[in-house]
């Protein structure tokens, strides 16, 4: 093992081009955060749970971090407390975040039974970054009951310092288009419901065997995340026509890692959401003219100048003088006025896919699945993640309605198609 | 294991109904295990906020401190004209419609706007009814008005709270908000010593009102609905 080296860990950073936007949104109501969890083979020990979080926070300086609010923007400084606390989990994952409390960390560590959970505020890390820290939070974990465990994949070496790259904004790094990407588009459907209690959430989560979801997907010529998403706008579409309400565009956003794209270490955010949807008004779609539809949108959305130019907007947008130079205060009210009318309104869904779970062969007897769950949303009924460890893929739904047919009709549909598909929910 | 014989699915083996259709469980091989762990904790935790109604009452003592002293001074400095009077009245208004919500555990929108309306109709009558023409004018034109745009607004608040919106219920409203207009401008104008002549509104009140029934019952037969777009469909 080689020695340790002291880390130098900046006093303070900027947001980056995406987290910009999270303290501002953030209400008592409605905060942007997400959650990955591990099960493991074994009953989760809170002692050696804790001393493994201390060991790894030096390694992750991006999450070692507490939110600051300056005169014109909020900014990460590094936080002075040493060992942030491990709490049994909860029945409300990704609750309202209060900069205040949790020892002002911007992550929560859970554990409960046999899984380990880190919910994570999204101004610091997206969940690339939060899988890195929850795989390696494992590792180490592991390695404190007396395993031997390496770094690789996802899991980082605790042993060396973090190189810059991981703290970088790599956003204006890569923003190099002249083009304007326009980032108005229309008001779409929603699936409406009975709303739950206050920071109340309902999660369902599916596991289901990754070989036979690949292969239903090969089939049609589609990846898995096209896949899925093609299910869940074929439920939006027929659910509205079902309804009867006046026909709306019905769109699924589907954020992607730029990391596959720019060659990027970040630890910091460093994706973009892309937008497929379909027009019921032009008539009834079948399944496979949906996945087509899908396939071919998602595709031509992927293209590398496309998202070039959407994040140099976004880019020269923070770089606007005037902005820059506005109160804080000012951002926040009207920031806040702008997610309260228009957040979430041009997605009917959300789907977010984690990918396949790299981890050391060491690491593969000890651990059940990966779960990734996105916050629950303000209007949105299906906001959904997907991870995949070994052949165990978990599609979750974190839904802020008491009713649950749209999971229903997902899973039921999946049956249907003859996928095996075990259910598991926080429900009473 | 447990399947729901409903959905397909397999079930948690702590799972007493499914999750996804609520049908029961009932697997008879199925062990009785007391120690076993849920997939998801059944602990939720509600985070505590500030308290609404401590801030509410603070801010009503900051009010109260104004008013007072102007309670106070009114007797030293020009006592034959009840000058605190319209300070009281300013700040009940303001306190109404600012402070008094957040007393509330559950915001009543309907509730809160009669409270409104008659906050503004007494500021008004204390502000200006003596200034502008006497309880006449007070009566005659700035309570029907007052009234008029309440009950409009309650409607209207009733209205879109609707989910479904045929467009028999859109000439419902007309009608209804019509009636309205008309009942309280007859009353009004009865008290107002005939001003005006209140006979002709009397006559298109009881117009309007057979109306609403006919478009009540439209909207809620389905057959009329039907009959009604077959026969005026534009």
Redesign the interface.
Known sequence: MSEKKMFQQPDWFRLDNAGILFPGQNT?KWSNIFRVSIELKEEIDPDILKQAVKNILPRFPSFNVRMRKGFFWYYLEKNPVKEPSVN?????PC??V?FK?SDRFLFRV?Y???HIAVDLFHAVSDGYGNTHFICTLVAEYLRLKGNHIPAGGFVKDINICAPAEELSDDFPKFAKSKASSPITDKHVYHA?GTKLP???VN????TMSFAAIHKLAKEKGVTVTEFFAAILMDIHCRKQLREK?KLKEVSVQIPINLRNIYPSETMRNFSICLRVKVDPKLGEYSFDELLQQVALQLRLERDEKKINAQISKHVRIEKNPFLRFLPLAVKNFALGIATLTSAEQTTSAYLTNLGPVVLPEETKPFIEKVVFIPGPGMRTAARCGISSFNDRLVFSFANCYKE?DI??EF??TL??MGV????????? | MSY?VN??????AT?KK????DTPVYNPLRKEEKDV???????????T?IKQKFVALIVTYIFLIPNLVCIFLNFFINPENLWFIYVLSSSLLCWIVFVFPFFTKKLHPYLMWVFDTVAIALYVFVFHAKNLGGEKWYFGIALPTIAITSLCVVYFLYWIRQ??RHWTSKVLHIFIDLVIIFTVLCICLYFANHIITFDIFLVLDACCLALVFFWLYANKSKKVRSWLGKKMFV
């Open positions: 008592n049994p989990d909860i029945q409300n609750y309202r209060k409390e859970y409960h039974g046999n409406k206050k920071h109340m999660i369902t989560s599916g309400r649950n999971e229903r899973f039921t049956v249907k095996h598909v075990k259910i598991e929910s926080n429900r009473e | 729901c959905c397909g699915v397999e079930l948690d799972a499914c999750a996804l259709c762990t849920t997939p998801f904790s059944q602990t939720p935790v509600i985070p906020n989910r479904k």
